[in-house]
């Protein structure tokens, strides 16, 4: 059956059964392609469609998803989302968003990704590899390289009139080295996305790997201590994606934050401002609308350090007796609707990277943390991290650092940034994506030699 009719014939029914209905349709395609040593190492091309039906009766929410469009699937997801409302046993009131007079205009979707011929892809796949290895003879093995792509488009309608889409397409790609000098061994990395290919530098991103991974080959531990500590903006970004749960109201409501009812207390230092934004450009996070058709806007979580806002749907704004934040997320048409960023960061201050260096006067860059699953409680805000870095003398770097743990606590690190970075960068996009400019921080405790 057509797309179109079975979505207008699918909500036609939910509403004779006297349910209040949506639909979620998301339908899009990916491509990626691995190299190793100039021969394509994995391949992988897929097209997706699917559809997701949501009821809303008697205050509960029920959902169904399917991915064959036909005259059965009609009364299976009517009778499966039915079944599943019935079943529900939470007492949080639910909603359906019959949409907004307006919506903002957005262009995420740039056509000139889709011509990009997979030949050609493959092909910046083997130059970013061939790159890297050209810049230092040190560099011995590319671990891994690739070039990805993604466009996806979603389209949101309801039986109280929502009828929303959108598009969105991505360009990306990715280099890991390993460079050795004797015994001694390091890797580095570099990843880019863009929504504009002619803004790819391939050499740059094979610099900066190659670059990471020989300035940290004479790395060695400090002695364990209590130190004055400069995230780099990539690792601050992210702490902040680790962290970010703690800013969802779902999450304060169900006691896994601690930030339930601290809305205009002062949390941050006075220079950090975190934003939320779904209007970035050249990101595939950015939409004109969230996951439950309300309109979005740019709105700061905390502002010179004060909290403002927790990041609401309609169902959390409800039990809080606020207005939604237009943060409701549904990853995928088969979702349920949950609490999310877009794109979230801290906002850029004024002083460059080589500023802060010298600020820090004595201390350590942090350029790696691992271990973020096992060694981060995203509820208690405690975190005990294997890191890399380098060492910071009378405000000018020095030698390189491994074989550290960094610990502290997200909450006291917000508390304690002393100063914010002008280099903002993000993370590749997906659902949510996250970034942040280099943050001073005024201790960690470093475990070492």
Not at 52 to 73: C, E, N, P, Y
Not at 97 to 112: F, K, M, Q, T, V
Not at 268 to 275: D, F, G, H, K
Not at 380 to 395: H, M, N, P, Q, R
Request: include cysteine; hydrophobic fraction near 40%; proline fraction near 3%.
């Amino acid at each position: 059956m057509e797309r179109e009719l079975f979505i207008r014939e699918l909500l036609k029914r939910g509403a004779e059964r006297g349910v209040s209905a949506d639909v979620c349709y998301d339908n899009g395609s990916s491509f990626e392609v691995q190299v190793k040593d100039g021969q394509v190492l994995e391949y992988n091309v897929s097209d997706s469609a699917g559809l997701g039906f949501r009821v809303l009766k008697d205050g509960h929410t029920g959902t169904a998803s399917t991915q064959i469009l036909d005259d059965d699937a009609l009364e299976q997801l009517l009778d499966g989302a039915v079944e599943n409302a019935g079943l529900s046993e939470s007492k949080d009131a639910r909603f359906m968003y019959p949409g907004d007079a307006e919506y903002p205009a957005l262009d995420l979707y740039n056509p000139a990704l889709d011509a990009i011929p997979a030949a050609e892809k493959i092909d910046m796949a083997k130059r970013l590899e061939s790159l890297a290895l050209a810049q230092d003879d040190r560099v011995k093995q590319i671990e891994s390289c690739a070039v990805f792509s993604s466009a996806d488009a979603r389209t949101l309608t309801n039986t109280l009139g929502l009828d929303v889409s959108m598009r969105t397409a991505l360009l990306g790609g990715y280099v890991s080295v390993v460079a050795r000098d004797g015994e001694k061994v390091n890797t580095g990395s570099k990843m880019f996305f863009t929504m504009d290919p002619d803004s790819v530098d391939l050499e740059a991103v094979a610099k900066a790997a190659v670059q990471e991974a020989v300035d940290g080959l004479d790395g060695a531990p400090v002695a364990s201590g209590k130190y004055r500590v400069l995230l780099r903006r990539d690792v601050a970004g992210v702490m902040l994606r680790t962290f970010a749960g703690i800013f969802s109201a779902d999450n304060a409501q169900r006691g896994l934050s601690r930030l339930k009812g601290r809305e205009g207390e002062a949390i941050a230092a006075a220079c950090v401002t975190l934003m939320d934004d779904p209007h970035r450009p050249d990101s595939a996070s950015s939409a004109p609308f969230d996951g439950e058709g309300v309109a979005t806007y740019a709105k700061s979580v905390i502002e010179n350090g004060t909290l403002t806002t927790l990041l609401h749907n309609l169902k959390t704004a409800k039990k809080q007796g606020c207005e939604t934040t237009a943060n409701a997320s549904r990853p995928s048409y088969a979702a349920v609707v949950g609490v999310a960023p877009s794109n979230f960061y801290f906002a850029p201050g004024g002083a460059d990277f080589d500023a802060l260096v010298a600020q820090t006067g004595d201390g350590l860059l942090i350029t790696d943390l691992q271990g973020m699953h096992a060694g981060a409680n995203a509820i208690t805000g405690d975190f005990s991290l294997a890191a890399k870095g380098f060492v910071i003398e009378d405000g000018r770097l020095g030698r390189a650092v491994n074989q550290i743990t960094v610990a502290g606590n997200f909450y006291q690190l917000l508390k304690d940034i002393e100063a914010v970075g002008a280099d903002l960068e993000f993370r590749v996009p997906s659902a949510s994506c996250y970034g942040s400019p280099s943050l001073l921080v005024k201790e960690l405790s470093v475990a070492g030699k």
